[in-house]
């Protein structure tokens, strides 16, 4: 099964909230990353964070990383209608390359 | 799942020549297939979103005449990298989705090209 396990598997907030989605792993990496997708449309790619760090900031999204707990977080702050798409987080081992299973943001206006 | 496949996973070639990669569903119809390349220890980077039976939609950046993609049928893409280069040497890796307003995504195992 692929490594990377998100959760939830759906949310829906108010637009102006702030989401947070979790992602779970099992071996080692050297990077986890975060992906965006729109219906119907290709992975976008949002943030890197790398092994041998914590927490990262991208505009209104931050990231973290507990490689002890081998999980990581999205937090999008001061939610909006167009934030609304599926989230999935993808481990990077090295020589496999992993994504979850996906996290479905609705963002109502 | 649905499942997807990539032929070859690993091709060595030289500098000038070029490289077609295989990207199949093998029990679904997709009529969606998108190309992504990815670098060593960096994310995915969306190339193109190729749709059966009409011309693919590259992302901004990627050379639709170098990166010549054909999606002729529901179940196979094809992405030729043609007079490749050493620096077009990357891990490429399809995705396929059977229903145009979908999130379902499935992602082929991935091709390693080197070019020497």
């Known amino acids: 099964s692929q490594q990377g396990e998100e959760d939830p598997q759906a949310l829906s907030i108010q637009e102006g909230e702030n989401a947070t989605m979790n992602c779970s792993y099992k071996?080692?990496?050297?990077?986890l990353q975060w992906y965006r997708q729109n219906s119907g449309r290709g992975l976008v790619h949002l943030i890197l964070?790398?092994?041998?760090?914590r927490e990262k900031h991208s505009g209104r999204l931050r990231v973290t990383l507990d490689t002890s707990k081998k999980s990581s977080s999205l937090l999008i702050t001061a939610s909006r209608a167009a934030d609304t798409a599926s989230y999935f987080c993808a481990t990077d081992a090295g020589n496999q390359f992993y994504f979850g299973t996906g996290t479905s943001l609705t963002v109502i206006p | 799942g649905a499942v997807v496949s990539q032929h070859p996973s690993r091709v060595i070639c030289k500098s000038g020549t070029s490289v077609k990669i295989e990207c199949r569903s093998l029990?679904?119809?997709?009529?969606?297939m998108f190309w992504y390349r990815q670098f060593p220890k960096q994310s995915l980077m969306l190339m193109a979103t190729s749709n059966e039976g009409s011309k693919a939609t590259y992302e901004q950046g990627v050379e639709k005449d170098k990166f010549l993609i054909n999606h002729a049928s529901l179940t196979l893409s094809t992405l030729t990298v043609t007079s490749a280069h050493p620096e077009d040497s990357s891990f490429y890796i399809c995705?396929?989705?059977?229903?145009?307003?979908?999130?379902?995504?499935?992602f082929g195992p991935g091709t390693r090209l080197t070019v020497t």
């Open positions: 995705s396929a989705s059977g229903q145009a307003d979908s999130y379902e995504q499935y």
């Open positions: 029990d679904f119809q997709a009529t969606t």
């Open positions: 071996t080692s990496i050297n990077n």
């Open positions: 964070i790398r092994s041998n760090e």
